[in-house]
C-alpha cells in the first residue's frame, strides 16, 4: 500500500510539472529550430546512444545523468567519474566530463560538463563574401548538478539543475534549466519489469544579449546606434515515458530490451526502442532504433545505432569502456566514446 501510494504521489508531482509546462509542448514541429540551448538535446555517453536513447527506465549510475537522473543513486559504486567524446557532424565535438558520489543516507550528488565544440568559422557579409578577417568561435557550455535518491527497494527519484551558456560574435545568453525523473522497478508485480519517467529541460525562456545586437544605421542623414531587442526563446522541454524488462538468459547472460516514448515541444514526437545483450557482467553488446514520423519538408536524420562495451575490475578501481555508432543521414555518422571509472 504505502508503495502503491509512494508511486501515485511521484506520478502527481510530475504532472504538475507537465501542467505546470504544459504550454511548452504546443505546435511541435511548427516551432522547429526556434528553441533555446539546442545542445541540450545532444544526448551523451556511448551506452545509451548505441541503445537508441531508450534507457529512461534502465539507465543507472553516471550513465543515467543524461537520460534520467532518477537512476544515478542506482551506481554499484561508491564514486564514479565519466569522460566521453563525440565526433557530431560538420567537423563538430561533443565533450563530456561527469562524476557521481554516494553520499549515505542523504542520496548521491553529481557533477558534470557539456561543451559543444564547434570550431573556428570565417565572418561573411553581403559586402564581403570571401570573409571579413573575423573568427566566429561559437561556444555552447552547460554545466550540471544532479542528485539522486533510492526511496525503496523499488522506487528512486532524481532531479538535474543546469546553468546553459550560449556565446557567439558579441552575443550571448545565459539560462537554467530543470531535469526531474523517477524510475520504478518491479511493475505490476514483475520484478524485470521497470518504468521511468523523466521531464527535461523546463524552464525559463532565455533571451541574448550583447554588442553584436548593436547596429549603426543611417537616418535622415544622421548616423545612430541602435539596438536589435531579441526575442525570448524558450529551452526545448521534453517529456519521456519509458520502459524495460530485463530477461535471464542464464546463469551467465541476459537481455534487457527497452522503449521509450518522447513527446517535444519543437519537434515531432519520437518512439525509441533498444537492447543490451550482456555476457557474465563483461562483454557487453547494444542495439537501438528510433521510430519518427517525417515528411519530406520535416526529415528525421538520425538513424540506427550499434555499440559494444567492456567492463575490466583491478581490484579497486573498475574500468568500463563503451563505443557507440549512430547513423546521420546526409551527413557523416556519429562515433561516441566513453571512459568510466568505478571507485
Known amino acids: 500500500m504505502m508503495r502503491k501510494m509512494l508511486f501515485k504521489s511521484i506520478l502527481g508531482l510530475l504532472g504538475v510539472l507537465l501542467l505546470v509546462n504544459s504550454t511548452a509542448f504546443a505546435g511541435g514541429r511548427d516551432r522547429a529550430g526556434s528553441s533555446a540551448a539546442a ?9 545509451g546512444i548505441a541503445m537508441g536513447g531508450s534507457g529512461t527506465a534502465t539507465s543507472s ?7 534520467n537522473p532518477a537512476g544515478i543513486a542506482k551506481s554499484a559504486y561508491n564514486s564514479d567519474l565519466m569522460f566521453s567524446h563525440m565526433d557530431y ?5 561533443l565533450e563530456y566530463v561527469a ?3 554516494d553520499l549515505g543516507t542523504f542520496g548521491t550528488l553529481g557533477f558534470s560538463v557539456k561543451s559543444l565544440v564547434v570550431g573556428d568559422i570565417a565572418v561573411t557579409t553581403v559586402e564581403q563574401p570571401d570573409g571579413t578577417g573575423e573568427i566566429l568561435n561559437p561556444n555552447f557550455i552547460t554545466l550540471g548538478v544532479h542528485y539522486s535518491k533510492i526511496l525503496s527497494d523499488r522506487v528512486s527519484v532524481g532531479i538535474t539543475s543546469k546553468l546553459i551558456n550560449e556565446s557567439f560574435l558579441n552575443v550571448s545568453a545565459t539560462g537554467i534549466g530543470f531535469d526531474v525523473g523517477v524510475q520504478y522497478n518491479g511493475l505490476a ?5 521497470s518504468i521511468g519517467i523523466v521531464l527535461k529541460d523546463f524552464g525559463p525562456s532565455m533571451t541574448y544579449g550583447g554588442s553584436g545586437l548593436l547596429k549603426i544605421v543611417r537616418v535622415d542623414d544622421i548616423f545612430r546606434d541602435v539596438r536589435i531587442e531579441a526575442q525570448p526563446a524558450e529551452l526545448p522541454t521534453t517529456l519521456e515515458i519509458g520502459t524495460s524488462y530485463n530477461y535471464s538468459l542464464g546463469e551467465a547472460s541476459s537481455l534487457n530490451i527497452s522503449g521509450v516514448f518522447q513527446s517535444n515541444n519543437f519537434a515531432d514526437d519520437e518512439f525509441r526502442i533498444g537492447a543490451e545483450w550482456s555476457m ?4 557487453y553488446l547494444r542495439g537501438g532504433l528510433p521510430l519518427v514520423s517525417e515528411d519530406d519538408d520535416n526529415p528525421y536524420i538520425f538513424g540506427p545505432s550499434f555499440g559494444a562495451g567492456i567492463s575490466m575490475g ?4 573498475d574500468l568500463v569502456l563503451d563505443y557507440a555508432f549512430r547513423n546521420v543521414e546526409f551527413l557523416e555518422a556519429n562515433h561516441i566514446f566513453s571512459i568510466h571509472l568505478g571507485f
Open 39 to 47: 545542445s541540450l538535446l545532444i544526448p551523451v555517453g556511448a551506452r
Open 61 to 67: 549510475g553516471i550513465d543515467a545523468i543524461f537520460w
Open 89 to 93: 557532424f560538420a567537423g563538430m565535438d
Open 99 to 101: 562524476a557521481i558520489t
Open 189 to 193: 508485480e514483475f520484478e524485470n519489469l
Open 280 to 283: 557474465n557482467d563483461f562483454i
Open 314 to 317: 583491478t581490484g579497486k578501481v
